[in-house]
């Protein structure tokens, strides 16, 4: 069973998941460094400082590692 991090929905497939984040509503925010994603609240404590939360990634900034997912589909369309 494959779960997604942001909802908790779990995908009998990787592949299943993989689909479902690309959609996921709670996985706005985009790594650029590491190439995960994860809820803006898990990357921000203030709303102000943004910082990725997974410990080996040096990724911070909205906007220069971070970015939202929308953002981006809106950059490449
Ligand atoms: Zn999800
Ligand atoms: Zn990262």
Redesign the pocket.
Known sequence: MHT??????SFQTELA?EL??D?????QLFCQVCGDRFREGDATQDGWHYECPNDECEGDGLQEDLYRVDDVRAATH
């Open positions: 997604c991090r942001n909802c908790n929905q998941l479902h984040r959609t996921c509503k709670k996985g």
